[in-house]
């Protein structure tokens, strides 16, 4: 990253600096320091804005005499913002979002709807998690996790729309068919599982009816 720095002064001085340095050989005087907004060499979405001098203004540096003033240029990262959309979470359930960062990681504690917040410009990896459902039917799994986003300086980064569903826990049904009778040995059996509605004990015409299973 190169800050550009002008440093003006006595006699017609003008240099701009892109490093820390030191400046030999100035005349006795008032030189002036003013710095611009820089981007990150490798992130241009990410800018650096100055603190001293501030942006738009510029610093008065005495040279002469003695001593020999040194003098900081500071920068500090311009921020940006982040939206999310989350969907399908049960009432009341908040998932923790993990935004782990080029330059810093952030937690977030989400539920439903739709969510801005502000964050360290940079790149980020949002990781979701699964959450045990309350009822203990499963758990609720993200459609979508581990994927990157870019989060400009004074912009807005949108990770679109994470929708969570249910995933039921597995469930075994053990079946001990007995045979009774004459020749029982000799049979068999064929059992149907079908899937039924436990109120009205019908079928619904959308449900998946598996192969009849063979013992």
């Given at each position: 990253m190169s800050a550009l720095v002008g440093v003006s002064g006595p006699g017609g001085f003008n240099r701009t600096l892109t490093a820390s340095t030191t400046l030999n050989g100035l005349r006795q005087g008032t030189y002036s320091l003013r710095a611009n907004p820089v981007a990150h060499p490798g992130l241009p979405f990410v800018r650096y804005r100055p603190t001293n001098p501030a942006e738009g203004s510029s610093l008065g540096v005495e040279v002469g005499g003695a001593n020999l003033p040194v003098t900081a240029v500071r920068y500090t990262r311009i921020p940006g913002r982040l939206r999310v959309q989350v969907e399908g979470l049960p009432a009341g359930a908040r998932a923790t979002l993990r935004a782990i960062g080029s330059f810093a990681s952030s937690d977030f504690a989400l539920g439903n709807g739709e969510q801005r917040f502000n964050l360290e410009a940079g790149r980020y990896t949002l990781e979701w998690p699964r959450l045990p459902d309350p009822g203990g039917r499963g758990n609720w799994l993200p459609d979508r996790n581990n994927f990157n986003v870019d989060v400009p300086?004074?912009?807005?980064?949108?990770a679109g729309t994470v929708r969570y569903t249910l995933e039921p826990n597995p469930y075994r049904l053990n079946l001990n068919v007995r045979l009774r009778g004459g020749g029982a040995?000799?049979?068999?059996?064929?059992?149907?599982?079908?899937?039924a509605d436990t109120v009205q004990g019908g079928i619904s015409p959308d449900a998946e009816v598996p192969d009849c299973l063979f013992r």
């Amino acid at each position: 990253m190169s800050a550009l720095v002008g440093v003006s002064g006595p006699g017609g001085f003008n240099r701009t600096l892109t490093a820390s340095t030191t400046l030999n050989g100035l005349r006795q005087g008032t030189y002036s320091l003013r710095a611009n907004p820089v981007a990150h060499p490798g992130l241009p979405f990410v800018r650096y804005r100055p603190t001293n001098p501030a942006e738009g203004s510029s610093l008065g540096v005495e040279v002469g005499g003695a001593n020999l003033p040194v003098t900081a240029v500071r920068y500090t990262r311009i921020p940006g913002r982040l939206r999310v959309q989350v969907e399908g979470l049960p009432a009341g359930a908040r998932a923790t979002l993990r935004a782990i960062g080029s330059f810093a990681s952030s937690d977030f504690a989400l539920g439903n709807g739709e969510q801005r917040f502000n964050l360290e410009a940079g790149r980020y990896t949002l990781e979701w998690p699964r959450l045990p459902d309350p009822g203990g039917r499963g758990n609720w799994l993200p459609d979508r996790n581990n994927f990157n986003v870019d989060v400009p300086s004074d912009g807005e980064a949108d990770a679109g729309t994470v929708r969570y569903t249910l995933e039921p826990n597995p469930y075994r049904l053990n079946l001990n068919v007995r045979l009774r009778g004459g020749g029982a040995s000799s049979l068999s059996p064929k059992v149907c599982i079908q899937p039924a509605d436990t109120v009205q004990g019908g079928i619904s015409p959308d449900a998946e009816v598996p192969d009849c299973l063979f013992r």
